[in-house]
């Protein structure tokens, strides 16, 4: 059975530019939820979805949003970028949520220069 | 104050000694895991505990939910164990998102 698979894995972007990476969860898995992980804050929740719906959202400015497709495949944006967006984005998915044991994608690595 | 704790941040040990992590929160939780980011970031979840015990190899993880405690141990630990361990509680008020604690830095030295 193939693993999350995170898209791209490493990005570089300028501040004010907006980037979106891919999270593709293990067949079968209906949740998905995405973290930031920086040296400062640790790791912190940002989002999940279930469904296409989200269904809880972290303590992020609305510059951070996301989406589940039918194919329960998800997606984040951060739209004007701050050079405090560098972080390495994690998402992780499981059969119906954090109840369940949480299988990690390997990153996307974020640079904002 | 964080709603969840973990000691030490750092500990370095010889090959083969006996390892633990402890983990303490603040708050009810209904399911407790346990992860291992190695260096790159791949993060692997160990153990997910909700009372009791389990055991995996020559990992054990314990909960004591009385004392809103749980710990990590490792036997005859490895150079390759040396990762960083998480600790995160999913919160029992039924919200959908983990919260973490910020890591335990384990070094095994050959």
């Known amino acids: 059975k193939a693993g999350v698979t995170q898209t791209p894995r490493y990005l570089i972007k300028t501040r004010g530019q907006q980037v979106t990476l891919s999270c593709s969860p293990i067949?079968?898995?209906?949740?998905v939820s995405w973290y930031q992980q920086t040296p400062g804050q640790g790791l912190q929740f940002l989002f999940e979805?279930?469904?296409?719906?989200?269904?809880n959202k972290g303590n992020f400015p609305g510059r951070f949003s996301g989406r589940q497709f039918s194919n329960s495949r998800s997606e984040m944006n951060v739209s004007t970028l701050e050079l405090g967006d560098s972080a390495l984005y994690l998402c992780?998915?499981?059969?119906?949520?954090?109840?369940?044991?949480?299988?990690f994608g390997p990153g996307t690595r974020l640079t904002v220069l | 104050k964080n709603e969840v704790e973990q000691s030490p941040q750092n500990l370095t040990a010889q090959e083969g000694e006996f390892i633990t992590i402890n983990c303490s929160y603040s708050?009810?939780?209904?399911?407790l895991h346990w992860l291992q980011q190695h260096p790159g970031g791949g993060i692997v979840s160990l153990f997910m505990l909700s009372s009791g015990k389990k055991k995996h190899g020559r990992l054990i993880a314990t909960i004591n939910i009385q004392e809103k405690h749980s710990s990590l141990h490792i036997t005859a630990s490895h150079p390759r164990d040396s990762a960083v361990y998480i600790c995160?509680?999913?919160?029992?008020?039924?919200?959908?998102?983990?919260?973490f604690g910020q890591g335990t830095r384990l070094t095994i030295n050959p």
């Open positions: 067949s079968g898995h209906r949740s």
């Open positions: 995160a509680v999913h919160k029992d008020q039924g919200a959908q998102k983990l919260v």
């Open positions: 979805y279930f469904s296409e719906t989200q269904r």
């Open positions: 992780a998915s499981s059969w119906t949520g954090v109840g369940n044991e949480q299988f």
């Open positions: 708050v009810g939780i209904s399911a």
